[in-house]
Structure formats: structure tokens, C-alpha cells
């Protein structure tokens, strides 16, 4: 008799490093701006942000091919279509999306600059209607200092 894991077992033995390299394949930007406006009020302000963050960075020509690479895995591991905890599920159906997401800003911290920051807290402004207080997001390049 096989015993199911749970999402609990699932997520306690979440890799981030391997599902960001599994995501790779998926990242598209069309695909990543369709997700965002879709779901951004169910991921939340933070791991939003976070992603904006991580996608400006991708943008920019300063971010070695390295960081990019780590970029698009933790990207399209949030649109990908099948995740350790399935996005629909309420209340814990981002938790794995969001500790990927959060796993590669800490990976590319150092590629993470003031312009990439100001890009992303317009989209953000942007895809919430202004109803953000850009004063309250945690700054995670500000958190490492």
C-alpha cells in the first residue's frame, strides 16, 4: 500500500535549487505577466514584489548570465503549470512559489540595484491600483545590509 504524501510532506522537502532549475523551461514573459495579473492578489504584495525584483534584474543588461539563468528557473517555476502544492488551493496554494521566489532574490541579491527597485514598485503600484504602501515592502537588498 503506497502512502500519499501530504502537502505539508511535499513542501518540507521542497528544494528550491532544484525546483528553480526545473522552472527554466517554463519561464516566458508573456506567461509571467498573464500569472501576475491573474493571481497577484491571491500571491500578495510581497512575493509580488519580489518577482518584479527578480524579472527587472532579468531585464537588465548589467545581470550576468549566471543570475539570469537562477531568474528564470525561480519565474517559471510560478507559472508552471504543475507545482508541489497546486495554485488553487487557498491560503497555501503559493507557499511553494513563494519560497522559490524568495529563494533566488536571495541568490541574486547583489544583481538587485536601485533602478531594478524603482521598476519594480511601479508595476506594483500599477498592478494593485496604487493600493500599496511602498513604504511597508520589505526591502530584501535593504534586509541584508
Do not use: C, W
Not at 537562477?70 to 507545482?83: H, M, N, S
Not at 491560503?91 to 541579491?109: E, K, L, W
Not at 531594478?116 to 500599496?132: I, M, N, P, S, Y
Amino acid at each position: 500500500m503506497t502512502k500519499q504524501k501530504t502537502y505539508q510532506d511535499r513542501l518540507k522537502n521542497l528544494d528550491p535549487r532544484k525546483a528553480v532549475e526545473r522552472g527554466r523551461a517554463y519561464f516566458s514573459e508573456k506567461e509571467y505577466g498573464e500569472k501576475l495579473r491573474t493571481y497577484s492578489s491571491r500571491i500578495g504584495t510581497k512575493i509580488v514584489y519580489y518577482s518584479l525584483l527578480l524579472y527587472y534584474a532579468f531585464k537588465s543588461p548589467d545581470t550576468p548570465k549566471k543570475a539570469k539563468l537562477t531568474i528564470a528557473g525561480a519565474l517559471g517555476y510560478l507559472i508552471l503549470p504543475v507545482d508541489v502544492i497546486p495554485d488553487f488551493i487557498p491560503v497555501v496554494g503559493f507557499t511553494d512559489d513563494s519560497a522559490v521566489i524568495i529563494y533566488a532574490v536571495y541568490q541574486v541579491i547583489s544583481h538587485i540595484d536601485e533602478h531594478v527597485k524603482e521598476q519594480a514598485k511601479a508595476r506594483l503600484l500599477k498592478l494593485f491600483d496604487g493600493q500599496v504602501d511602498l513604504e511597508e515592502l520589505e526591502d530584501p537588498v535593504e534586509k541584508e545590509k
